[in-house]
């Protein structure tokens, strides 16, 4: 089927007034007064190039200064879970199919998962995992601005996000204490270090060398196909079935958008634990 | 037993030296080369006392404002989960035992499980659920700081914090669209309502006038009296087996705290709301 | 003479090396080991255009909630001084000659000045004089962010700005307390107001009702025809004519940045003000 | 006279209901609705104790760094001017008289003055000079946080402050753009530097290696023991004579306050040139 400008406009026409559930239409209007109902304006993901543009120079300075690499990939579409080791996962592997998980065989289930979907008029969410390789010790405040609170606030300002883990994250509270402490050893050069890691590679808010591994839950996106009870903004109840073309699945979308937050995160604070920490002892 | 101040100075001399696993000692050592390790000294959660002093401050303001209710409870301990309901649960019913959940058959089980650990000389974590009802429709702002976002950042910021959920959370990326998306109606009086709440309380960052709902997913505490493998400050590996009174599940006094988090982000919102968006047609 | 963009280049061409006496070429290269020479990249006052921007929108908000008026003017140019009655002044007199000066005999000797110093291949400064009339009672912080501190800051960021004044400023300290203070009175309506305006529209940084009144002293122009003693980037000592076309008096150019920059101030302290003491009596 | 603790209170009771004239009285009751009348509350300069016990800390770091050397002191009573050498005055010179004025003559006619002004029952105010030597180049940032913006806000946030100067400040604007430009030269080391210093150490913004030298207006204080007419916050008109004990001249307590905040600013952009501009190429 050709598409044109016109046929764009009228799938948004009905939009103009009834409020998609779950999206930003009716808490805008509530807020503002006003929305721009034609691609969400500013609750639209694409807000987040910016954040992707700037997130690639903080890679670039956190690789030059210490050789820091951050990692982000599918780990779960709704309840297809791929197993991936944090520890070896290289961009390449993640950019080898199009729904960016470098487990293969789960990538092509998600795949599959993500047309019947489609197909189906209706949408389906997950979670993104990133990691962060070669952090210096020490980078984090100690009370408020924690490294964790920090990625916290970061990836949940990006849409449709409804959940944030670091290490162990919600299973980690099953365990006991000596289960889940992270013991001490020393390597090879005499440097602590931790066995295990299911602190997510902080410690008290502050970097503890480890790597950093995060997991953030992305709901299934709000405009579907499928027909809902809804209301306008004039004070009428209606039903609305969205028209035009809509992403079943912003997880792999997610991906770099969710590296780039931990990249700016990082950087901000190896920025900060420079300006305050190494005044008289540098590198 | 007496215990007098000379027991307690020891208790604390062997941690001198040894790094407590999964505790901030190490880090905090890595990045001020300085630390206190009797009681943790930033990193303890005697710091948050001035959270909480202020969250009472900010919940008398947003209820005098709004009449928002903000109540936290203890949701899970361990594998030990508790039926609330969160449209109804008081702070009376918090209150009325030791372990701050409301659903009294939980809470003796958890009550009896505490008990067990600690003769264990072990520890455990679990969650804390948060609600905030009555929050007016608007509060949050539309890119960094969304309502969700700030959210995740004060209750990051607490010890021992590992996770955070907001509405439907990590579950909700189990569902599809149609299944997870909150439908609006019109309530008696034709304002817009979403009959349910997979949101938890925000849309688009800001929040549509549902009762907020989040979770936070608190690790076993950190120190434990069985014997770990850790090394010391000095270089050297050793085995730390902690001494003195340690809380073996820090969860009922997180409550407390859950709850000053939430008033004092929506207190902040409501100031910037009101600053905002309402010159010219207050109230 | 038609100049060219080739003509144009040249002229930058010794300033790529030699850098500028009282411009920023020099500490630019020392902070940042980089610069840009053509038309004086961040430093330019070109970057004053944002704020300009911001200030139009700024004043509409404050017109619109309390009918404030902003209106800025040259007061001096070198030892040129007008005679403006700062209560009555209005844009249009200010708009009536080139050197936005509402004086019109002083406008004419400051402009022959400007030509013959133009002449002459070099530069002078002035002083800008800026009021906002109708300004609401209780702008401001009482601490750190007094009103007058903000806006000092807010004019001291503009290029070549040397000196602020609020009300009297340097000329009060002449005078006595008794001489100084200004007595309050009761209005027609039984409001309260000062008979003279010595405090420049603030008391304990907190707007008081009377007119904010201040004034940005602007040095001359760094960049000159004349030849100076200088060196380059290579640590060479040279002597550096400027070619090209350069301003000799920033002055008349400069009023419009002190109005946008009172202007965002006063709103910023506006919505604070709304944000923090008007949440249960509104207007 | 033996004063007691009743006296005191006293003295306070008229300014209970009078607004003092030029004071913050009326503004806090405007904004606030509440004013603490008993010595000024949040809008005395006790405030300030922490300013300089921070801007202690601030100095010692500073000194360490990179040897910077703060020094404030009275420039001017009124119009009793001190001849000072900014290069080369000692904090002792300043501390030897209580004036704090480092020209010995020029101290005793303040004196005189202020003592005359005290038998009077008035009060004068003055100039404060502070100067920084050895500041590194390249503190300060390029648009808003410009070094001498900062300083502004930093002193025009004291109590009784009207004007602000760096450098050459309003009088800068008399000379031609010949005569105020500082020529550079290469010193013994090849490093440039200006045989003049009517910049005050900032080019664009940024510090040029010279030493910083600002000037603040305070004006006479504001409670004086002479009638004068005012209104009560009961909307009554009055006549006011402050009891009890009112410093005539503030000036020479002013000066530890200046220096602080020179202080705190630069030990600020220390910090964040620190963090901005010394990963890769440290000290």
Sequence with gaps: MVRNKDARSQDYSEMATAYRPSHADATYDAKYGIRNYQGGGRSSARETIGRVAAGAIAKKILH??????????????????AVVDPNTVTLT??????????????????????????????????????????????????VFDKLEADLAKAVMSLPASKGFELGSGFAGTLLTGSEHNDEFYLDENGNWRTRTNRSGGTQGGISNGEAIVIRVAFKPTATIRKPQNTVTNQG???????????????????????????????????????????WFDPQ
């Design 64 to 81: 030059q200064y210490a050789g820091v690499e951050i990692v982000a990939y599918v780990k779960r579409i709704q309840d297809l879970e």
């Design 236 to 278: 009428e109840e209606t039903v609305l079935a969205a028209r035009g073309r809509h992403d079943p699945c912003v997880l792999p979308r997610a991906v770099p958008m969710v590296e780039a937050m931990m990249a700016l995160v990082l950087c901000d604070h190896l920025l900060r634990h420079q300006g305050q920490c190494r």
């Design 93 to 142: 592997e993640v950019e080898s199919n199009i729904v960016r998980c470098p487990d293969g065989e789960a990538a092509q289930r998600m795949i599959d998962r993500i047309e019947q979907i489609r197909d189906e008029g209706d949408s389906i969410g997950g979670v993104v995992e990133c990691i962060a390789r070669q952090v210096p010790k020490g980078l984090g405040a100690p």
